[in-house]
């Protein structure tokens, strides 16, 4: 109950923010523009719609997920607002889990914002909506948690800059996850091989939620697989924030 | 603060066993999720290493990539920029081995835009070469559309003149559910190149039976009637002049003498007919026409009669000169009275539907046999297009189902 109190007093500071307001603003240009490109390109107009659209979501969801995520906490500290907080009958992780579910519900209304006007387009463009192009979106705001969630965690016990630096290698480090291991399965030395294959499993792959290109091609995919893809961002999600519990009741405040 | 320290420790306890927990459902989850990426072929296989870091390079960006490739691929095209679209469509393709454009598009660009206006032999070759490899790494990514067997079949009846490799690919093309009904149409052209006219027929009346009759009836009555197409590459029947076609036929060597036999056998192709240079005028009546006749004899210039009265738009700013012409190219009753004057006489009165002409015949030229330095190309092309088609027959009956077997391309 109290990390409810929590997450709404959260989520109202969050969009009043007008970093927000600006990315969002950005974000309905970048996936207007599309309408622009499809100009140059060569018979594929909805493609380009598509692909633009769903990437300019992630892009700025990406952004918006880290510019909140890794001020949650410090500001507080900051503002000394979590004194106040403290000194109630809270527990840390419960502070933490709040604060995220605040921030997460912010992101959740840009990622709605952001979908309805990219489906709005796509609508108009292609006169019908493939399913797997909400569940694309489905996915990338569950991409986005776990993002967050990792800009929250690294913000506990690194400063502000290096909490984004780390966010964003490690979002970089989890897309190229596939790629990693494939390459990394083909080592000659077995001390690397292991390395890289241990490391798979504490790195989030990133990959998983990606379907832009099933959307690109419209290929369905199955509900079951969207079902697990969602339990692997949550359990990912919640794994952080209890990492991020642990380093908060460490902290000094 | 003992106490206070034991109880942290022990929130800490707490929390390391629920992230461990958390951890070990994670691992299962994602172990599941992995098989299930491949199952429902959600990971683009057959990659090689180096797809494997340019993909770990762009990470998520990977589709967004391909497509501003495939964006600049357009422009290098319409730029003629060859040296730079064959890498970019390579590009393209490795990012996104599931965009069937480019597959297509790219084997399109290799095999005809890059292929068609290169000057040496050698580039053709390699260039058509390129793109039916490029076409089967597609097929590798993509082997349930039908779209890349289709257009790899294509190439190699349109291209390559191998009507033996071609057929596997347009008929996979044809068992994929989903085809165009063009598709079939190719299988039965490719069956009537392979000398399978049986075959071909039944497919052709497969398609009128089903309903599919535009080119299938025209096609099904001319295999009929025995008009077939065997081993008949489709620039012949399309006519397009390309240099690669020309190529192939630059290659076989005839000797004068077979020319000159040729030409002998076949004079009456090279008759040119006989021809008349006139004037004309042109009036609307058959009393004006009077007149007209009448002026002439008294000595007036026809010519110049003609710029003053003739009511023949398109000749009578030219002195109602008709240039040289040949018999059929006038109305008849025109031609009858024209080729029966002498030179520089004057007609009557000819009336045909345009009106009432007073007809001048400046010059004669008689029928005339054509040179064989003059028609030597005609002669030349019609020898060397039997000597194909024997050349097939031969073959064809000796047991060999190929197209044009023995013309290969080397440099020249």
């Known amino acids: ?253 | 603060m003992r106490g206070l320290s034991g109880n942290i420790s022990k929130a800490q306890k707490f929390y390391l066993l629920a992230l461990v927990g958390i951890f070990i459902i994670m691992v299962f989850v994602k172990k599941d999720i992995e098989t299930d990426r491949i199952k429902y072929d959600m990971v683009p296989e057959n990659l090689s290493p180096s797809d494997q870091v340019l993909g770990g390079l762009v990470g998520a960006f990977r589709e967004i990539t391909a497509d501003y490739l495939w964006v600049t691929m357009d422009s290098f095209f319409h730029s003629g920029d060859w040296q730079r679209l064959v890498p970019t469509i390579d590009l393209v393709a490795r990012l996104d081995p599931k965009f069937i454009q480019v597959w297509s598009v790219g084997a399109w660009h290799f095999a005809y835009n890059i292929s068609v206006p290169a000057s040496s032999v050698k580039i053709k070759e390699q260039m058509i070469r390129q793109g039916d490899e490029f076409l089967q790494r597609g097929i590798k990514h993509n082997p349930h559309i039908y779209d890349l067997h289709f257009e790899l079949g294509w190439n190699r009846f349109d291209r390559q003149l191998d009507y033996q490799r071609a057929l596997p690919e347009i008929e996979a093309a044809y068992a994929i559910k989903d085809h165009p009904h063009y598709v079939r149409h190719m299988v039965a052209h490719t069956l009537e190149r392979l000398g399978r006219i049986e075959e071909a027929k039944k497919l052709w009346k497969q398609c009128i039976d089903e309903g599919d009759c535009s080119p299938a009836f025209g096609n099904y009555s001319r295999l009929l009637k025995g008009d077939c197409r065997t081993g008949v590459p489709m620039y012949k029947l399309r006519n397009r002049g390309q240099e690669w076609e020309k190529c192939l036929a630059d290659k076989i060597e005839v000797p004068e003498s077979e020319l000159e036999a040729y030409y002998n056998a076949h004079k009456d192709l090279y008759m040119e007919p006989e021809k008349i240079q006139a004037r004309h005028i042109l009036l609307s009546s058959r009393a004006a026409a009077a007149r007209v006749l009448e002026r002439l004899e008294k000595g007036e210039d026809f010519a110049a009669l003609a710029s003053k009265v003739s009511i023949d738009k398109g000749t009578q700013e030219i002195g109602g000169s008709l240039g040289l012409f040949s018999r059929g190219q006038m109305v008849p009753e025109f031609d009858r009275v024209a080729f029966a004057l002498k030179e520089n006489h004057i007609s009557g009165i000819v009336k045909t539907k345009f009106g009432y002409h007073v007809i001048k015949v400046e010059k004669r030229i008689p029928a005339r046999l054509k040179s064989l330095k003059e028609v030597k190309t005609q002669v030349r092309d019609k020898v060397v297009d039997n000597k194909i088609q024997a050349n097939v027959q031969r073959k064809l009956a000796a047991g060999y189902r190929w197209g044009v077997p023995e013309i290969k391309l080397e440099e020249k």
């Open chain 1, 1 to 253: 109950m109290k990390a409810i109190a929590l997450a709404m007093t959260t989520f109202k500071e969050a969009i009043r923010k007008k970093v927000l307001l600006v990315l969002l603003v950005f974000a309905f240009i970048f996936i207007g523009s599309s309408l622009l490109f499809t100009y140059f390109s060569g018979g594929e107009e909805i493609r380009m719609v598509k692909d633009v659209g769903l990437t300019g979501m992630l892009v700025f969801g990406l952004l918006i997920a880290t510019f909140l995520g890794m001020s949650l906490i410090p500001t507080e500290i900051e503002k000394r607002i979590i004194y106040t907080i403290l000194s109630k009958p809270v527990r840390r992780l419960e502070v933490v889990v709040g604060k995220y579910l605040g921030a997460a519900l912010a992101v959740l209304l840009m990622v709605l914002l952001m979908g309805l006007v990219f489906m709005g387009l796509v609508f108009f463009k292609e006169h019908s909506l493939a399913p797997v192009t909400v569940l694309a979106i489905v996915l990338t705001f569950f991409e986005l948690l776990v993002v967050l969630a990792m800009a929250v965690t690294f913000s506990t016990f690194a400063s502000t800059t290096l909490s984004v630096v780390l966010t964003i290698f490690f979002y970089i480090l989890g897309s190229s996850s596939d790629s990693l291991q494939y390459l990394g399965g083909r080592s000659d030395s077995p001390l690397l091989k292991a390395a890289v294959k241990g490391f798979g499993y504490l790195i989030p792959n990133f990959e998983i939620f990606n379907i832009r290109s099933q959307v690109l091609h419209n290929e369905a995919v199955p509900w079951v697989y969207i079902f697990k893809a969602i339990i692997y961002g949550l359990l990912l999600s919640a794994a952080l924030l209890i990492v991020a519990g642990m380093f908060f009741q460490e902290k000094e405040v």
